[in-house]
């Protein structure tokens, strides 16, 4: 390895370090950043390397530390989903983590605390037919928005709302 290509190897694990100060990322994510700063392919498969030597990228690591926290966000398991394929995380690793979590998170009750939390809870009830409408249509967009299924929302209209 020639003198150029050692700097350039060190520039990008610089890189990838300071990336990972601000948050674990996934695999795909660092690398899709390395080739936006146009690291060779070389040098981009040396810097992963070395960071899954030091333990400071793991993908199944990643996906179980993303899902804990978009669920504390509020989010569903369809939108927690959507974020780690967008993140480029493998299939696999996301269906074995969202199944180990989610088999102990009931989506209904979680749906309605965060409704509570919001503000969205407990509804008005001295309104007009117009106003009730608006009032279960804000409901519905939000939970629609943090991934809600359309069988958890109508669960929850039948049941609580």
Not at 119 to 128: A, S
């Amino acid at each position: 390895m020639d003198e150029d290509c050692k700097k350039n190897l060190e520039k990008g694990k610089e890189y990838a370090l300071y990336l990972l100060g601000y948050r674990d990322r996934s695999k795909n994510e660092i690398v899709k950043k390395l080739k936006e700063k146009n690291y060779d392919k070389e040098v981009i498969e040396e810097v992963i390397y070395y960071l899954e030597e030091k333990n400071l990228l793991d993908d199944q690591k990643f996906a179980k530390e993303w899902a804990n926290y978009s669920i504390k966000k509020g989010f569903s398991r369809k939108r927690v989903e959507q974020e780690l394929r967008k993140k480029g995380v493998e299939e696999e690793i996301i269906t074995n983590t969202l199944n180990t979590i989610f088999s102990r998170i009931d989506e209904e009750k979680m749906a309605l605390e965060i409704l509570e939390r919001k503000g969205y809870l407990p509804l008005k009830v001295n309104l007009d037919k117009k106003e009730k409408l608006k009032q279960l249509s804000r409901i519905l967009r939000f939970l629609y928005s943090r991934g809600f299924s359309y069988s958890t929302v109508e669960k929850l209209i039948k049941n609580y709302l």
